[in-house]
């Protein structure tokens, strides 16, 4: 199984480098839009220090970030809650949780992720049932998505937040976003120059 999940993981690393680099043009539609590998590293290692087992992300793309979290917690017998509302990059992010031998683990929810969460959270199953999240959507609701996530969130809990510091045209809405996360009590927070910039952020209270 681990095979399979590193296979895949090299494939759609090839394929980020040659999108990243411009070498091939890939339509915007169709761009993956990945996390770096770095960062994939550096997720699968928190989830191990975690001994996560239950995860949420926000922003599939077509799932290498999911199967980079997948290789941590399947050890676990863990489980992924993945959102995406491009049913193109659902398609290709189920093709890949087959590639890896993952799909058992996974559940996509598609549509808007506002909307999601709010029907996530107001299931008292999911007050406090998630030990890692992993945000990586649209930047204009990224602190509506932080305020939904965290009730759903452990004691100890860690999300993670991609794009702190690139592309730089986000740097504006994600400077507003980790400000707002120091100025609450509950969580303490960080953002680490690792791949696009990660915001890693644990609750406390």
Known sequence: MNDSI?????????CSILE??????VPQKERMLAITKETG???????????AKNMLEIGTSVGYSTI??????IK????IITIEQDPEKIRRANENFQKAKIEDIITIKEGIAIKILKELRIQEKNKGFFDFVLIDADKENIIEYFDLILPMVSLGGIIVTD??????????????????????????????????????TIKIK
């Open 6 to 14: 590193s296979r895949t993981l090299e494939e759609l690393e090839k």
């Open 20 to 25: 990243k680099s411009r070498s091939i043009d």
């Open 41 to 51: 590293e550096l997720l699968s290692m928190i989830l191990r220090l975690k001994n």
């Open 68 to 73: 980079w979290c997948a290789k941590a917690i």
């Open 76 to 79: 676990k017998s863990g489980k």
């Open 163 to 200: 794009n702190m510091l690139y592309p730089e045209k986000y740097r504006q809405n994600m400077k507003k976003f980790s400000d707002y996360l120091k100025s609450k009590p509950d969580v303490i927070t960080t953002t680490l120059p690792i791949g696009n910039g990660e915001e890693m």
